[in-house]
């Protein structure tokens, strides 16, 4: 980056994600985030133009195709979102000499894997959506950009989609969920994500700055591990207002009683030890994250 304001261009705005950024970022510099309406991901023409008009110094690329059951029949919606779009911000990126942010996901594993996932390991992508983020990955290291790909698991909020909001809301309908007891990982705050973000991208400044910055893939996930059903049963626990819950019972059951269109890995599990090494951070454990960021989700 130069001594002027950096600019910081955050795709994604809307999305769980997307959204902490905007915040998270402040501090650093001129951040300037699009929603679909502005850069459509689809389009890449749309990316181009939108790249040229603002020229950042930083893009971070928190918007993507996430319907991961949708993605097994819009194959050409997810590929291009998330395997063609990020290659071309990469090409913009790299004209620009500009540094890339880019999220991708624990489903490039298929959970074969009985210990936790290195960023060494091979990747082995059992649905279409982890494919499409794994066709994204390599367009932005084939690209020559400088770059830095974030991993990440589980993730949930305040808003948008996720299975902490889901939950919430069928337990104030139902007394039974069955909840799946055979797929591990470790729930990730997408607060946590932007704020991890904003750390990396402050460090990644000044090393490239000092013509020291390395590019690279990293996991960001939060600490810890559990299943689903660990997870609703935590989410349960923490409500303040029991009264409001009609739910008597959360159920174990296995993947094999749940079926979906897009296959799910077993062990979502991933180091992040690399990432906390190279850039100082602590990574909390995942439920003490989400008694935080449930205290913003209940009255």
Not at 47 to 73: C, G, L, M, W
Not at 142 to 170: A, C, K, P, Q
Request: aromatic content about 6%; overall charge neutral; charged content about 20%.
């Amino acid at each position: 980056m130069n001594s002027k304001t950096p600019v910081i261009l955050v795709t994604g705005k809307n999305g769980q994600v997307g959204y902490e950024l905007q915040r998270a970022l402040m501090p650093l510099g001129c951040v300037v985030a699009v929603a679909r309406n502005t850069m459509d991901l689809a389009d890449n023409d749309s990316i181009s133009t939108v790249v040229r008009q603002i020229k950042p110094d930083v893009i971070v690329n928190a918007a993507a195709y996430t319907a991961v059951d949708k993605a097994e029949t819009e194959q050409q919606a997810a590929m291009q979102i998330n395997g063609v779009a990020p290659g071309v911000l990469a090409e913009e990126a790299k004209k620009l000499n500009a540094l890339l942010i880019h999220y991708s996901t624990d489903y490039v594993y298929d959970g074969s894997k009985q210990e936790i996932y290195l960023e060494t390991d091979a990747t082995n992508p059992v649905n279409y959506y982890g494919l499409s983020k794994l066709a994204g990955e390599r367009a932005i290291q084939d690209s020559g950009v400088e770059h830095l790909i974030l991993r990440t698991s589980w993730v949930y909020g305040s808003r948008g989609g996720n299975f902490l909001l889901t939950m919430l809301r069928l337990m104030k309908d139902r007394e039974v969920l069955n909840v799946i007891d055979d797929q591990y990982g470790a729930p990730t705050w997408s607060r946590l994500i932007a704020e991890a973000t904003a750390h990396i991208v402050r460090q990644a400044a000044q090393e490239r700055k000092a013509q020291k910055f390395q590019s690279g893939l990293y996991h960001l996930a939060s600490s810890g591990e559990t299943t689903w059903h660990g997870f609703a049963s935590k989410i349960a626990q923490l409500v303040i207002n029991k009264e409001a819950l009609k739910i008597k019972a959360i159920e174990k059951i296995p993947t094999s009683q749940y079926p979906t269109p897009a296959k799910r890995p077993h062990n979502s599990r991933i180091s992040t030890q690399s990432l906390s090494e190279r850039f100082s951070l602590v990574l909390p454990n995942w439920d003490e994250a989400l008694a935080l960021c449930m205290e913003e989700c209940q009255p």
